[in-house]
């Protein structure tokens, strides 16, 4: 079955502080990728997606996240983080020949100080 | 532009009881989803409507159960609450054809004691 992991369950930033955050998917086909940010007490938003093309993707608010396939990854990445970005983090899989079912990590929670 | 809206917004059940979850896609959408978010976890996928009919299912009991209608708009079903069903309903329609792109809902707060 396919799963998604995200191994930074929490993470505590400064402001200004550079980001990473780490996705890993199992499936051996072909995958559409995104992530998903939820502010507190807002929904869930689409940040952004791969489906084909360019693996480095480029979404709202400054992230980006690079699709490396022979490592099953798509991690997230913000050169400066701002206060305003803390909230909660998805990483989600849907398989290429079916992109119904949206598969979620369990999400890492950014906190990010002044 | 509305986007995804779902209603109630908070509901307290008791064990054994029904409910009913309602939600009306963003306009231009034709497919909605139903997942379940219970705390500390991501979405887990729970049934997609299109087209008036379940489209695919995720590991859920019969319990669960859906309905979408001409409008496009969707109920989800719970029968025989129990504690676990407590959680965060999401529902997130999209349009079928080209990049099929989920948008999500605030949410429906299911407690059920």
């Known amino acids: 079955a396919q799963s998604v992991s995200q191994h930074n369950h929490h993470v505590i930033l400064s402001e200004a502080a550079s980001l990473e955050l780490g996705c890993n998917y199992s499936y051996g086909g072909t995958v559409n990728l995104f992530w998903y940010v939820q502010y507190p007490g807002q929904h869930l938003q689409l940040l952004l997606k791969?489906?084909?093309?360019?693996?480095l993707v480029k979404g709202i608010k400054g992230f980006e996240a690079e699709f490396i396939k022979s490592k099953f990854s798509f991690n997230l990445r913000k050169p400066s983080v701002q206060w305003s970005d803390t909230a909660e983090y998805f990483c989600a899989v849907t398989p290429s020949y079916n992109t119904d079912k949206l598969i979620f990590g369990t999400g890492t929670r950014l906190q990010v100080f002044p | 532009d509305a986007g995804v809206t779902q209603s109630p917004t908070h509901l307290i059940k008791t064990r054994g009881q029904q409910v009913t979850l309602r939600c009306s896609p963003k306009s231009g959408h034709d497919t909605v989803s139903w997942y379940q978010q219970a705390l500390g976890q991501g979405p887990q996928f729970i049934f997609q409507?299109?087209?008036?009919?379940?489209?695919q299912r995720g590991n859920f009991p019969d319990r669960f159960s859906g309905h979408q209608f001409p409008n496009y708009s969707s109920e989800l079903n719970v029968n025989a609450l129990l504690l676990g069903d407590s959680a965060l309903y999401l529902c997130?329609?999209?349009?079928?054809?080209?990049?099929?792109?989920?948008?999500f809902g605030p949410g429906t707060r299911l407690t059920v004691l």
């Open positions: 409507y299109y087209e008036e009919e379940e489209r």
């Open positions: 997130a329609s999209s349009r079928t054809s080209g990049e099929s792109v989920q948008f």
């Open positions: 791969y489906f084909s093309g360019d693996p």
